[in-house]
């Protein structure tokens, strides 16, 4: 007869928690659909937002023609980003996906940042587009680029900083799917630079190795957030 095999608490602590965080994701929808809706009074509480009553929803609620219109990219970046996330088509609720439209102007950038809760799948429309992503410091910050064309495809993995560049002299158009109703965005300069209240200039001045004058005038520039 085989004895039972005991296996200490901290083993069994740490197996849960690589299950958990192997199956992480957004939570599956628990129905067909779950379409967001603010007013709560006669909605049911699921994963997401609030669900508008099933017999409600109507094509409208899936339906967003934001991504038709060019963005303004009169700004110091020189890019525009234009989402359809859960806020701008209710019907994404639970649904675990997003879209984004990103105009360039000559030279323009999409600043490097992140997506905290998806990963991006970017196709360029028109123009050129020099892109990347850094690594995790495990990883050692490894760089990784490419210069797309039109109808080339790149993936930012989630989380990872990445950015886009429009290295043509026409201006560029990008559309972006990810993995999220709400991946969230990161921008690093303006979370380290443009936060509120600042950051305590000693902290950045030896984390970026510069002096506090250095970093006082950086917080007083206006980080520009096109996200």
Same mark, same amino acid.
């Given at each position: 007869?085989?004895?039972?095999?005991?296996?200490?608490?901290?083993?069994?602590?740490?197996?849960?928690?690589?299950?958990?965080?192997?199956?992480?994701?957004?939570?599956?929808?628990?129905?067909?659909?779950?379409? $967001?809706?603010?007013?709560?009074?006669?909605?049911?509480?699921?994963?997401?937002?609030?669900?508008?009553?099933?017999?409600?929803?109507?094509?409208?609620?899936?339906?967003?023609?934001?991504?038709?219109?060019?963005?303004?990219?009169?700004?110091?970046?020189?890019?525009?980003?234009?989402?359809?996330?859960?806020?701008?088509?209710?019907?994404?609720?639970?649904?675990?996906?997003?879209? $984004?439209?990103?105009?360039?102007?000559?030279?323009?950038?999409?600043?490097?940042?992140?997506?905290?809760?998806?990963?991006?799948?970017?196709?360029?429309?028109?123009?050129?587009?020099?892109?990347?992503?850094?690594?995790?410091?495990?990883?050692?910050?490894?760089?990784?680029?490419?210069?797309?064309?039109?109808?080339?495809?790149?993936?930012?993995?989630?989380?990872?900083?990445?950015?886009?560049?429009?290295?043509?002299?026409?201006?560029?158009?990008?559309?972006?799917?990810?993995?999220?109703?709400?991946?969230?965005?990161?921008?690093?300069?303006?979370?380290?630079?443009?936060?509120?209240?600042?950051?305590?200039?000693?902290?950045?001045?030896? $984390?970026?190795?510069?002096?506090?004058?250095?970093?006082?005038?950086?917080?007083?520039?206006?980080?520009?957030?096109?996200?």
């Amino acid at each position: 007869m085989m004895k039972g095999v005991h296996f200490p608490l901290s083993i069994v602590a740490t197996l849960a928690l690589a299950t958990f965080l192997v199956s992480a994701s957004d939570p599956s929808p628990l129905q067909d659909f779950c379409v $967001a809706i603010n007013n709560t009074e006669s909605a049911v509480f699921v994963n997401g937002k609030f669900c508008k009553d099933p017999k409600l929803v109507t094509a409208n609620d899936f339906f967003f023609s934001g991504l038709r219109i060019p963005g303004n990219t009169s700004n110091p970046v020189g890019s525009f980003v234009t989402p359809a996330n859960v806020e701008q088509i209710a019907g994404l609720n639970t649904l675990g996906i997003s879209l $984004a439209r990103i105009d360039f102007a000559p030279n323009g950038l999409n600043p490097p940042h992140t997506h905290p809760r998806g990963t991006e799948f970017l196709i360029v429309l028109e123009g050129t587009l020099y892109v990347g992503f850094v690594s995790s410091n495990g990883d050692n910050n490894r760089l990784f680029t490419k210069v797309l064309n039109k109808g080339d495809v790149f993936v930012f993995p989630v989380g990872l900083i990445h950015f886009q560049l429009n290295v043509g002299h026409v201006n560029a158009l990008a559309v972006a799917g990810l993995s999220s109703q709400n991946p969230g965005v990161i921008t690093i300069a303006n979370a380290v630079f443009g936060s509120n209240p600042p950051i305590n200039p000693d902290v950045l001045a030896k $984390a970026f190795q510069i002096d506090d004058k250095e970093v006082e005038y950086l917080q007083k520039q206006f980080w520009y957030n096109n996200n």
